[in-house]
């Protein structure tokens, strides 16, 4: 074991962070802590896998943290990659459409998937690591913490365990026990209105774009997924109980009224009420919260299981650092610094997003038809739209671990360009490894764009130095040499004026490279430079 956790009692077994949850989100915690090559153990209450088809929405980050833990391969072919999205009022008249341009990230930027298939992927990835472990039926109660670890109380088939850890990930979902036992409180709103989702096996079904129908009679969601695999979710009406929405003989008739389907297999039907909530603390002494045990999000925006996967890679290289002795435990603290306020942004466009579907009111639908029949006048907004501007681009909020000033280059995603190296073809990251700072010069040498002190750390993390199109001499010998012709790449290269920029382990940019004085955003990493713990790959 890595970390100190403290002396662990007769009887109390010990790891470097316990995982409590393997839904996505803890599942792939669990992947990037144990690349890192810490010792991590997951505990979840249920049986198995749960198996249940619930998230059915990508991003780009997602996607490409699964290429940053080896796994991408494995789940391209369950993925529909690139779907239309269209907003239809009741007359099948365009509010908004949008078309996705593939993201300057690497990956397609929206898209859907089966999440039992990703969930199995995951786990198969974790039998690859012999320093994690999974123990199902194991339902974590007590949590008592010092200022060494965690002790967990843990009720399994063959009675009670207790285990201790450095420290905590809690990823136990919306009706987190852990969040509840912190006595951390979800700060938001729970949407009246609740929803019929059907998940159906149709064979031959033909769709091929995500439709939301912001009809007034009843808002309606339609989403392909792999296969013949479809996805509805139907609004429930005012006066509508839960028990009538929810019969076969309903659902059946629903589907056939609005996608003119008669033969199907219902694979999965619940209804759910949505809820914008966060939490008002992210991190208790040595225990984090992440996914919906840190905010439930309204699904409009297609961000409630993505949103966990960025608390997933914001949090693992830290505590990874941290217990490699790379770094001061006060890193830990921008997790919530970083994470929250890009959270409670996405909650809020969701919630707008929601308000152009769900009206009822046929005044007000129509008054929002005429609304977006002014804006649609507007060959801007239209490009806007169509290149699903309302989506922010993935960044995160300011910290210690970010330069400071107003560039709005600083704590945006890297983008990942082709290139070409001795060896062939690939995408940036794969000449990085799972948990790589990278220090990347656009037509320079970055090592010569480093300060004497800020260099010796980076070697000390084990940073890659990758030059792209070098114009002059390259002065260090741990430069990498790639060429780059992308030109997405290169127009956002010259758009921000790029020379060198710091890029941190999950991908986002710290600084700007300057050799006239020593990085801040470095200075929490100079321990590095004097510990002899291995560093992770």
Same mark, same amino acid.
């Given at each position: 074991?890595?970390? +100190? ?47 249940? #088809? ?40 365009? =509010?908004? /459409? ?21 969930? &199995? ?6 039998? @690859? ?66 929803? %019929? ?45 839960? /028990?009538?929405?929810? &019969? ?9 009224? +609005? ?6 297999? $219902?694979?999965? +039907? ?16 040595? $225990? ?9 999000? *309204? ?29 001061? /435990? ?10 929250? #306020? ?13 308000? $152009? ?34 989506? *922010? #681009? ?15 280059? $600083? ?8 290139? +070409? ?18 220090? %990347? ?19 000390? =993390? ?15 010998? @741990? ?39 020593? =990085?801040?955003? =470095?200075? #929490? ?13």
């Amino acid at each position: 074991m890595i970390g +100190k956790a403290g002396s662990a009692a007769e009887g109390v077994s010990a790891c470097d962070i316990a995982v409590v949850g393997a839904g996505p989100v803890g599942l792939m915690t669990a992947n990037l802590l144990g690349a890192a090559g810490l010792r991590v153990e997951v505990f979840e209450r249920n049986a198995d896998l749960v198996g249940l #088809p619930r998230a059915i929405a990508y991003d780009a980050e997602t996607l490409r943290l699964f290429a940053q833990i080896g796994l991408f391969d494995e789940i391209a072919p369950g993925l529909v990659q690139d779907p239309p999205v269209r907003h239809l009022n009741a007359r099948g008249k365009a =509010l908004m /459409e949008a078309r996705f341009p593939r993201s300057v990230y690497g990956h397609s930027p929206l898209g859907t998937f089966h999440q039992p298939e990703f969930e &199995r992927t995951l786990l198969r990835g974790l039998a @690859r690591l012999g320093n994690v472990s999974v123990a199902f039926a194991h339902a974590v109660g007590a949590l008592a913490q010092d200022e060494q670890g965690v002790t967990l109380t843990i009720s399994a088939p063959g009675g009670d365990r207790r285990v201790r850890a450095a420290y905590v990930v809690a990823c136990d979902g919306g009706t987190s026990g852990v969040r509840e036992g912190l006595g951390v409180k979800l700060v938001g709103s729970t949407y009246t209105e609740r929803w %019929l989702v059907v998940d159906a096996i149709v064979p031959n079904h033909g769709v091929r774009g995500i439709t939301f129908w912001c009809d007034p009679r009843r808002p309606t969601v339609e989403l392909p997924a792999v296969g013949d695999r479809v996805r509805w979710e139907f609004m429930q009406l005012p006066g509508e109980s839960e /028990e009538t929405l929810s &019969r076969d003989q309903m659902v059946r008739a629903l589907v056939k009224e +609005k996608a003119g389907v008669d033969e199907f297999e $219902i694979e999965r +039907k619940a209804v759910y009420a949505f809820h914008a909530r966060v939490a008002d603390r992210w991190r208790v002494g040595r $225990i984090f919260l992440a996914g919906d045990a840190a905010h439930l999000m *309204p699904p409009f925006a297609g961000q409630g299981m993505n949103g966990g996967m960025k608390d997933a890679a914001n949090l693992s290289w830290k505590l990874a650092a941290v217990l490699l002795g790379q770094a001061s /435990e006060e890193i830990l603290d921008t997790y919530e610094v970083e994470r929250a #306020p890009v959270v409670r942004r996405m909650v809020e466009i969701s919630r707008r997003l929601g308000s $152009i579907i769900m009206p009822t009111n046929p005044a007000i639908a129509a008054a929002r038809d005429s609304v977006f029949a002014c804006l649609n006048l507007s060959r801007r907004f239209r490009a806007f739209i169509g290149q699903g501007g309302v989506v *922010p #681009p993935p960044a995160i909020h300011r910290s210690a671990l970010t330069a400071s000033g107003k560039d709005a280059l $600083i704590g945006q995603m890297a983008p990942q360009p082709t290139a +070409k190296s001795s060896l062939g073809e690939a995408s940036l990251d794969r000449f990085l490894g799972c948990h790589q700072w990278l220090a %990347l010069g656009f037509g320079a040498d970055p090592g010569s764009m480093l300060s004497g002190r800020d260099f010796a750390i980076l070697e000390a =993390l084990g940073a890659q130095f990758i030059a792209l199109n070098p114009l002059g001499p390259i002065k260090s010998g @741990r430069t990498s040499v790639l060429e780059c012709s992308d030109p997405r790449f290169i127009a956002w290269a010259g758009k921000h004026r790029v020379r060198g920029i710091l890029v941190r382990p999950d991908r986002f940019i710290a600084a700007r490279l300057d050799a006239s004085g020593d =990085l801040a955003v =470095l200075t #929490p990493f100079a321990s590095a430079t004097a510990t002899s713990v291995p560093k992770a790959a």
